[in-house]
């Protein structure tokens, strides 16, 4: 294995958790690079999703954030072969509703995020093959106030770890 292949291993790996995670969460918008903005107001319009209105027909801050956070141990105990973990970073961002007690922003998130965590963990190797193992998806959800907005705010990490991966 080359360097360029390995870090094509890396970039389907990360494809494909974003691939998951867009049909397990089909309203919102699923980036695999942070739009980083100091303008918070400026960074949650990048955040808002055009497949997710309000009862008003405005569109909601919805939007997954994945991105890579690190790699460990490219070499294994066996003779040359790598045997990588990477870990990702997720951010989720949606906007916050008081709503009602059958329908609320708190109910559609939490199941947003159960569906994901859930579609995740029935995707063996994630798809790209009998070469990955993942860990579960953890998140934690908080609200939080940016650029003016309450928003309920989830982060996370995912690992996968590639095995046996030759590297002659």
């Known amino acids: 294995m080359t360097p360029a292949q390995y870090a094509q291993v890396g970039a389907d790996v990360s494809a494909a958790i974003v691939a998951r995670l867009a049909l397990a969460a089909p309203l919102a918008l699923v980036l695999d690079r942070d739009p980083v903005n100091l303008d918070e107001?400026?960074?949650?319009?990048?955040l808002k999703s055009t497949a997710d209105e309000d009862e008003n027909g405005d569109t909601r801050t919805h939007a997954w954030i994945v991105t890579f956070a690190a790699t460990d141990e490219p070499q294994s105990n066996k003779i040359k072969s790598i045997?990588?973990?990477?870990r990702f970073n997720f951010e989720l961002f949606y906007t916050h509703d008081f709503g009602t007690t059958i329908d609320n922003s708190e109910q559609r998130i939490r199941a947003e995020v159960?569906?994901?965590q859930?579609?995740?963990?029935q995707t063996?190797?994630?798809g790209i093959g009998a070469v990955s193992?993942?860990?579960?998806?953890?998140?934690r959800l908080r609200l939080a106030r940016l650029g003016g907005e309450v928003i309920h705010r989830g982060t996370g990490t995912l690992e996968a770890e590639i095995q046996s991966q030759y590297v002659g």
């Open 41 to 46: 107001v400026q960074w949650l319009a990048a």
């Open 83 to 86: 045997e990588p973990i990477f």
């Open 114 to 116: 159960l569906r994901t």
């Open 118 to 121: 859930f579609m995740i963990a």
């Open 124 to 126: 063996p190797h994630l």
């Open 133 to 139: 193992t993942h860990r579960q998806l953890r998140m």
